[in-house]
């Protein structure tokens, strides 16, 4: 099994920061935003989040959500714009400049990193936006979905060979499906 690149576990930290089943959400507050930036290592110290960032902030997960590979329904045309429109307003650029210089000694590649003008929260997530759009280039996106479970919607990385997992867990939700299907069936044939 491989190891999830960083940007993997920036976003899949992001987007499980709601648990379907249960309803926890770290982000149910602005406190709870900014000690989540500050956990995920998005800020130094803690910012100050209003209601509006917070807001921004639950419109791009959800529309990140929806955006990853479930194995059913299409997406929410509605929740990817509006993720769309937080994504917006967060300007990332492309630089020659690279933070640190590649181990094998040759010359930088271009980087795409959130504006320098950007602060606080707003840096914060455009650096999501980065890693996004880091997986996204890549290809890795693919790896990355959300569990076919619908109670659950977890978000995993995909190790399996051929990219065809559906559940976070094929003992936990990957069972319960069956079951269901296996009942509903027996259901129908009485």
């Known amino acids: 099994m491989t190891e999830p690149p960083a940007a993997v576990e920036l976003i899949m930290g992001f987007t499980n920061t709601v648990d379907l089943e249960s309803g926890r959400d770290e982000l149910s507050t602005p406190a709870g935003l900014a000690r989540w930036l500050v956990d995920g290592g998005l800020v130094e110290r803690s910012p100050d989040v209003t209601e509006a ?4 902030c639950l419109e791009l997960r959800a529309g990140m959500r929806e955006a990853l590979d479930d194995g059913g329904a299409p997406a929410s045309p509605h929740r990817l714009a509006l993720a769309d429109a937080v994504l917006a307003r967060l300007p990332v650029m492309v ?4 933070a640190t210089a590649p181990p094998d000694g040759g010359r930088p590649a271009a980087v795409l990193v959130p504006s320098p003008d950007l602060t606080g929260v707003s840096a914060a997530v455009a650096q999501l936006a980065v890693a996004w759009a880091e997986l996204v280039l890549t290809g890795r996106i693919r790896r990355l979905k959300r569990c076919a479970e619908r109670r659950c919607g977890e978000v995993f990385w995909d190790t399996s060979r051929n990219h065809s997992r559906r559940w976070c867990s094929m003992q936990v939700c990957g069972n319960r499906t069956k079951v269901r299907r ?3 069936r027996r259901a129908g044939a009485g």
């Open 95 to 98: 630089t020659l400049t690279a």
């Open 53 to 56: 960032d917070l807001r921004a």
């Open 182 to 184: 296996h009942t509903a």
